[in-house]
């Protein structure tokens, strides 16, 4: 059917009516729109200085693979072009232990549902009247898994100038924002070791404690001498270190005693040591912050009586001091550059009670995730998840799947900025600082690493010299028996060759 000239001009017009009135959306999934207009100046796959690099790579990748197999492990490799065609893979449809590789998960699923602006807030509530408070001092939470000592101090400060002197009715912490199960899937292990520490609504210093042991000389004899910080009732600290010559040897426990934390110091130090500083983990997270702020609140000046207990923070009561952590994209930056498994674990249970609804909890957190795989392609039964860190626990997912949710977040230009530029720079910073120092990834691949005992992995993206994302990886390294320093030579090895491929046709 011909159209006559005044119906041409009419369809036109409205061509350009919808465009101005309804623009593509920034936060829609599909990703025929979100073509980055970085990607349009790149030049194609498959142009005639592509092809023979990526057949150069292929052999390459084949020879390191061959020299993998002779080491006792088992090695996955997927490895696509941002907007192209898969390069290699072996082993790509099995699965394997991610280790911290989940953090990419959590920290893209955090990033989408949070957004990167979102701050934690931590809040001391009451009735005050005149220079008291009528009811108990509320401490709420949000999960915030940045809160230290200093916080606490500077929030006790404000309080103090409000004109508060006393606090009769003691200290409530109320944790309720997330589930009251402390130790996600594979942390409840019987070791006080700090990067196991438990998850709570609120959280104060990880969840840790720091117990410095130090020779002392400064009497001219050695006095062995043991702090831990931060000072609280919360603690009970038993130690029996001596001075000795030799070699140092220090054991640090910390153990339940009733509703206390029992820290016991044993063994020797040099005299002319330096001082040692271990981290251990408490295991009542909620009554350690409490315990610890009565105290920061007698150090200002506020009498504080009454108990230090768990409850709810009631209606009407009024916010006193509001605290804020720092906006969400700086602590998935830390927690990515440093690896860091509380940050991961309360990062999971604050997306899951954002999106599905509070309590938080890890099963609410996993499910926005898995809601996440399945845009990505990715079916349910295909890997199974635990946890937010990757510690322990038997997750499993294949390296195509983990290169298929990166491909997801793609799709999004400003979710692939904000979770490539909180990964470690290869030679450069977090875990990858050392590195791949002076080669050609040299600041050029950003990345996640995953350490367990027989584990090693290492995912993310190689860039091009404009620092634009190329290529997205996953090498998954499993059942290592003996030291993990060879698997990581070999992934250094196919990352370098990954980015002397870019460098050919970009």
């Keep these: 059917m011909l159209m006559r000239p005044h119906q041409k001009t009419l369809l036109l017009f409205c061509f350009f009516l919808s465009a101005i009135l309804f623009p593509a959306s920034p936060t829609h999934w599909k990703t025929s729109v979100f073509k980055s207009a970085q ?5 194609k796959s498959g142009s005639k200085k592509e092809i023979p690099a990526r057949r ?3 052999k390459k990748l084949r020879h390191i693979y061959g020299k993998s197999k ?9 490895v696509k072009l941002l907007d192209g065609p898969v390069i290699f893979a072996r082993n790509s449809f099995r699965r394997f232990h991610p280790a911290s590789c989940m953090k990419l998960l959590t920290a893209g699923a955090a990033l989408r549902k949070l957004t990167p602006t979102f701050r934690f807030k931590t809040t001391l509530e009451g009735t005050p009247k005149d220079n008291t408070l009528e009811t108990p001092l509320y401490i709420r939470g949000e999960g915030d898994p940045s809160l230290t000592h200093r916080d606490l101090a500077e929030m006790s400060r404000k309080l103090s100038q409000m004109g508060i002197k006393e606090i ?6 109320d944790d309720s924002h997330f589930v009251h199960r402390r130790f996600p899937p594979g942390f409840g292990r019987p070791s006080p070791k700090s990067y196991i520490a438990p998850t709570s609504a609120v959280s104060l210093n990880g969840n840790t404690v720091t117990v410095e042991i130090n020779p002392n000389n400064d009497s001219g004899t050695c006095n062995a001498e043991v702090r831990v910080t931060p000072p609280s009732d919360h603690l009970i600290i038993s130690s029996s270190v001596k001075c000795r010559k030799g070699k140092s040897w220090l054991r640090v426990a910390a153990n339940r005693k009733g509703k206390k934390l029992n820290v016991i110091v044993r063994g020797s130090i040099q005299p002319v040591a330096s001082p040692i500083t271990l981290r251990r983990r408490v295991l009542h997270p909620s009554i350690y912050a409490g315990e610890t702020l009565k105290r920061v609140l007698e150090n200002e000046g506020i009498k504080v009586e009454g108990k230090v207990k768990r409850g709810t923070t009631p209606d009407n009561i009024k916010v006193l001091v509001n605290h804020e952590s720092a906006p969400l994209q700086e602590l998935i930056t830390h927690m990515n550059r440093f690896s860091d498994n509380h940050y991961a674990e309360q990062i999971l249970k604050a997306t899951g009670a954002k999106t599905i609804g509070h309590p938080g909890s890890t099963k609410k957190g996993l499910e926005v995730i898995a809601r996440f795989m399945e845009r990505a392609g990715v079916k349910r039964n295909l890997y199974k998840l635990f946890n937010g860190s990757g510690l322990f626990a038997n997750t499993s997912i294949t390296p195509r799947d983990l290169v298929k949710f990166l491909q997801r977040v793609s799709t999004l230009d400003w979710l692939q900025e904000k979770l490539v530029d909180s990964l470690a720079l290869a030679g450069r910073s977090g875990t ?6 002076s080669t050609r990834a040299d600041g050029r691949v950003r990345a996640k690493t995953g350490t367990l005992r027989d584990v090693s992995t290492l995912s ?16 998954l390294h499993n059942d290592i028996k003996g030291s993990l320093t060879p698997f990581r030579s070999i992934q250094d090895e196919i990352v370098e060759d990954l980015t002397a491929y870019v460098d050919e046709w970009r």
Excluded: E
């Excluded at 990607?39 to 030049?43: D, G, L």
């Excluded at 002779?70 to 997927?78: C, D, N, P, R, S």
């Design 460 to 475: 993310g993206y190689v860039l091009d010299k404009k620092d634009n994302p190329v290529l997205i990886f996953s090498i």
């Design 39 to 43: 990607a349009k100046q790149q030049v």
């Design 56 to 58: 150069a790579l292929q």
């Design 70 to 78: 002779a080491q006792k492990g088992t090695l996955g490799i997927y």
């Design 168 to 173: 009769p009715k003691g200290i409530v912490v």
């Design 432 to 437: 990858l600082a050392r590195r791949m120092s």
